[in-house]
């Protein structure tokens, strides 16, 4: 009996207390529900923040290390530029140089034409005055040194004029 009434006591609390939770879910405010369900979105943006601010200190440190990079490779970019910049004042002051020594190297091949030429043509001179003078000492060419010959007087004063004593105007 004791069993019993314990089991018929225990089945009238379990509906009384559905009963009531029926009708206490009735009275309950809306804005308990309210509240409730801003505190569980409350809950899940403070989660999200969390999982947000820790991807933004990853994409800060990132960010650094980029930056680093990027400021790196300018230096690097700076440095050839300069060196290109150097590179290119050097070259044309090489070239600059070629062409002053090309110039001068080919004024003194034309000098040393000329000269050489000039050589040739006073070895040449020297040749005829010497061929004139043997021609002379060996009696072939008598007209000059022969009396009353206008071509005597005239290399006579072509001589005088040279200051060269015996040679004539030609081999002058």
């Known amino acids: 009996m004791i069993l019993g009434a314990f089991l018929i006591g225990w089945i009238l609390s379990s509906i009384n207390s559905r009963l009531a939770?029926?009708?206490?879910?009735?009275?309950?405010?809306?804005?308990?529900?309210?509240?409730?369900?801003?505190?569980a979105e409350h809950r899940v943006a403070t989660s999200d923040a969390?999982?947000?601010?820790?991807?933004?200190?990853?994409?800060?440190?990132?960010?650094?290390?980029?930056?680093?990079?990027?400021?790196?490779r300018d230096n690097v970019i700076t440095h050839q530029q300069e060196r290109m910049e150097e590179l290119k004042k050097d070259l044309k002051e090489s070239v600059m140089?070629?062409?002053?020594?090309?110039?001068?190297?080919?004024?003194?091949?034309?000098?040393?034409?000329?000269?050489e030429a000039k050589q040739r043509e006073l070895e040449t001179e020297l040749s005829v005055a010497q061929a004139s003078s043997d021609?002379?000492?060996?009696?072939?060419?008598?007209?000059?040194?022969?009396?009353?010959?206008?071509?005597?007087?005239?290399?006579?004063?072509?001589?005088?004029e040279t200051d060269e004593p015996g040679v004539s105007k030609a081999a002058t």
């Open 97 to 115: 140089k070629t062409r002053e020594l090309r110039h001068e190297l080919s004024d003194r091949a034309a000098e040393s034409v000329h000269a």
């Open 50 to 72: 969390e999982s947000l601010r820790d991807t933004v200190v990853k994409l800060k440190s990132e960010l650094e290390e980029i930056s680093d990079g990027v400021e790196k």
């Open 135 to 160: 021609m002379i000492a060996t009696g072939v060419l008598d007209y000059a040194l022969a009396p009353g010959s206008d071509e005597s007087e005239n290399d006579e004063k072509a001589a005088s």
């Open 21 to 39: 939770a029926r009708q206490r879910t009735k009275d309950r405010d809306p804005r308990d529900d309210r509240i409730r369900s801003l505190e």
